[in-house]
């Protein structure tokens, strides 16, 4: 019973565990909550993100680990270091990178020509020519058998042999045939595959090339997909029909059943039976957030409700990620109730009715994470 007892304990307290973001204040780093308020005070030289909660931090030319209240986890020992995973992390010292899980303690790894970051429970390992995987336990996930293994995007990691191309799963086991030129994301038990010069969808583990298509881009989060055909773009479902002819001219993903699309060189939305629901007038246009608001670009960007009005003037400098190398692809606009923004030379975060968190702006900022 008590064993049940810290086990839901620990689980609340992970669920509980609070974002912050990494800023840089008159020169030091600190860490901000999602309230606006320094849970970190600025102190440090240099530090990261937090990540699997702890965060890499810099004290007298070495590196160690802080926890949420900038407490030393593990103290400042190394040459340098990385981000957390699943328990482990990479870090340097005398030259030499190893994995320490977060006591401090260092794993052996299986041998491997080089060490990889754990992402998402796993890390590649190298054996001459080949790549394999790791768990956090140092066990070998993947015998060393692949050429290349990309990093896995939600669940699933996109894997080339002899010039082609498939997709496994975490426990290694092949869910789309590696006889491509090239495949897509893996959604749904979907992916988009070039197939010699037919480019089509995957579905099932069977190819069904889509006539004249000449590219075809991942999905996101909606049942459908953009492609160009005749040098036009336009949106595919995942059985591999055309939901919305190919008539634009560029185009990006759907999200709130809008999609932002180009039309010469302006751009609009558009919904999910193709019909423009909000005229293209922008020099640029992001998908829509979970907040129901887009990036759009006038001079600078701003940003839009799902009716087409400006509610945030366009007067920002947006970006994906942030400095540090942990964020891929990130989405850009608002994310979890704020969006990282920049006016003139300092960065901040806006809240969705347009005002700052915290009324606070920073030398540098980072997105939440925790």
Not at 42 to 53: L, Y
Not at 113 to 132: M, N, S, Y
Request: hydrophobic share 40%.
């Amino acid at each position: 019973m008590k064993k049940i007892f810290f086990l839901l304990l620990a689980f609340v307290q992970i669920s509980n565990a609070q974002e912050l973001a990494l800023v840089r204040k008159d020169g030091k780093f600190g860490y901000i909550s999602q309230k606006g308020d320094f849970a970190i005070q600025p102190k440090f030289k240099t530090a990261k993100n937090f990540s699997d909660g702890l965060a890499a931090a810099e004290e007298n030319g070495k590196w160690g680990f802080i926890n949420p209240k900038g407490d030393w986890a593990i103290p400042a020992t190394f040459d340098d270091a990385k981000y957390f995973d699943s328990g482990i992390c990479m870090v340097s010292k005398d030259k030499k990178w190893v994995y320490i899980n977060k006591k401090g303690e260092v794993q052996k790894a299986p041998e491997t020509d080089k060490l990889f970051d754990f992402e998402g429970g796993v890390a590649f390992f190298r054996q001459g020519k080949k790549v394999g995987l790791i768990g956090p336990k140092m066990n070998v996930v993947l015998e060393p058998k692949y050429d290349m293994i990309k990093p896995f995007e939600d669940g699933f990691a996109r894997v080339k042999n002899n010039d082609r191309w498939g997709i496994i799963d975490k426990t290694g086991k092949v869910v789309v045939e590696i006889i491509y030129d090239e495949v897509g994301n893996y959604f749904k038990n979907v992916t988009w595959a070039k197939n010699g010069s037919a480019f089509g969808l995957v579905i099932a583990g069977k190819f069904k090339a889509i006539d004249g298509v000449e590219k075809i881009w991942d999905f996101h989060t909606q049942d459908m997909t953009y492609a160009k055909k005749a040098g036009k773009i336009g949106f595919i479902d995942l059985k591999g029909n055309w939901a919305i002819e190919p008539k634009f001219d560029k185009a990006r993903s759907f999200s709130k059943n809008l999609a932002p699309v180009c039309v010469g060189s302006k751009w609009g939305y558009i919904n999910t039976k193709g019909t423009m629901v909000i005229e293209p007038q922008f020099k640029d246009a992001e998908i829509f957030s979970a907040e129901g608001l887009a990036p759009i670009k006038d001079k600078n960007w701003g940003f839009i409700n799902e009716s087409g009005k400006i509610v945030i003037p366009t007067q920002y400098g947006i970006t994906a990620g942030g400095v540090f190398a942990m964020f891929k692809d990130e989405q850009k606009g608002f994310i979890n109730g704020v969006a990282r923004v920049k006016s003139g030379s300092q960065w901040g975060f806006l809240k969705p009715d347009g005002t700052t968190l915290g009324k606070q702006w920073y030398d540098n900022a980072e997105p939440f994470s925790k």
